[in-house]
C-alpha cells in the first residue's frame, strides 16, 4: 500500500482557505486518494475522493497533478466547525474497506 | 434511512477480561470493517466483514475476532484484554455494491482496560 505524508498540524482564520498537500511517491494505478476528517470521540467522515485531475463537492475539492503522487485538499471559506483532523489515504479499488489511516493533519480554526 | 450504530459508547474492562462490542450498519450495507484508534493515533484497520466471513484482517492477534449476522450487523471479541487495548474501537459500513471508497463510520466504543 503506498504510504501517505502530510503535514502534522495547520493552523488559519476563519473565512481563510486551508490547503492541505499530501504526498504518496509510491501510488499504484488502481489506486484512488480518499481524504476523511475526523472530530474529537467520533468516527472519520468520509470528504472527498478522486483520482486524477480536479473533483469538487459542497465540502471540499482535491486537486490532483497528472503524475499523482500528491494531492491537495481545498477547504474553501473556513468556519470553526472545520476544526478537526483530516486524513489522507491511497485506497486500492480492491480493499475499499481496509483503510490504512495515517497520523493525519490537525487543522485549527481561530476567529 | 439509519446510520451506524454501536454499542456499548463506554465500557470499563479489568486485564484478562473478555469484551463483545456490536455494530448495526447502516441500511443496505453489507460489509463491516472494524479499526482500532488509540488516543492520539490514526485508526488502524483490524478486520472487515462480507457474507458473514471474515474478508481480510490487519495486524492484529487472534484474540481479536468477530462475527457478521445475516442481517449485516457485527460484533468484535476481543479476549485476554490487555492494557494496550484501551482504545476507541471504530465500525464502519459500506456496500460492495456501490464500489466506492465511502465508508460510513459509527462513533465508537471507547474501551478503557485497568
Known amino acids: 500500500l503506498a504510504k501517505t505524508t502530510q503535514p502534522i498540524s495547520m493552523d488559519s482564520y476563519e473565512g481563510q482557505e486551508v490547503n492541505i498537500t499530501c504526498s504518496h511517491n509510491n501510488i499504484a494505478t488502481n489506486d484512488y486518494i480518499t481524504w476523511y476528517q475526523q472530530f474529537p470521540s467520533q468516527g472519520p467522515r468520509f470528504i472527498i475522493q478522486g483520482y486524477k485531475t480536479k473533483v469538487t463537492n459542497e465540502v471540499a475539492s482535491l486537486f490532483i497533478p497528472a503524475d499523482r503522487k500528491s494531492s491537495t485538499l481545498s477547504l474553501p471559506r473556513v468556519s470553526l466547525s472545520d476544526t478537526a483532523v483530516y486524513y489522507c489515504?491511497?485506497?486500492?479499488?480492491?480493499?475499499?474497506?481496509?483503510?490504512?489511516f495515517g497520523a493525519g493533519t490537525q487543522v485549527v480554526v481561530t476567529p | 434511512e439509519t446510520g451506524v450504530t454501536q454499542s456499548p459508547t463506554h465500557l470499563i474492562k479489568t486485564r484478562g477480561q473478555q469484551v463483545t462490542l456490536r455494530c448495526s450498519s447502516q441500511?443496505?450495507?453489507?460489509?463491516v470493517s472494524w479499526y482500532q484508534q488509540a488516543l492520539g493515533q490514526g485508526p488502524q484497520f483490524i478486520f472487515q466483514?462480507?457474507?458473514?466471513?471474515?474478508?481480510g484482517r490487519g495486524n492484529f492477534p487472534p484474540r481479536f475476532s468477530g462475527l457478521q449476522f445475516p442481517n449485516y450487523s457485527s460484533e468484535l471479541n476481543v479476549n485476554a484484554l490487555e492494557l494496550d487495548d484501551s482504545a476507541l474501537y471504530l465500525c464502519a459500513s459500506s456496500s460492495v455494491r456501490e464500489n466506492t471508497g465511502e465508508l460510513f463510520f459509527g462513533e465508537g466504543s471507547r474501551l478503557t482496560v485497568l
Open positions: 466483514y462480507y457474507r458473514e466471513e471474515e474478508n
Open positions: 489515504l491511497v485506497v486500492p479499488t480492491d480493499s475499499w474497506g481496509k483503510l490504512q
Open positions: 441500511s443496505g450495507h453489507n460489509t
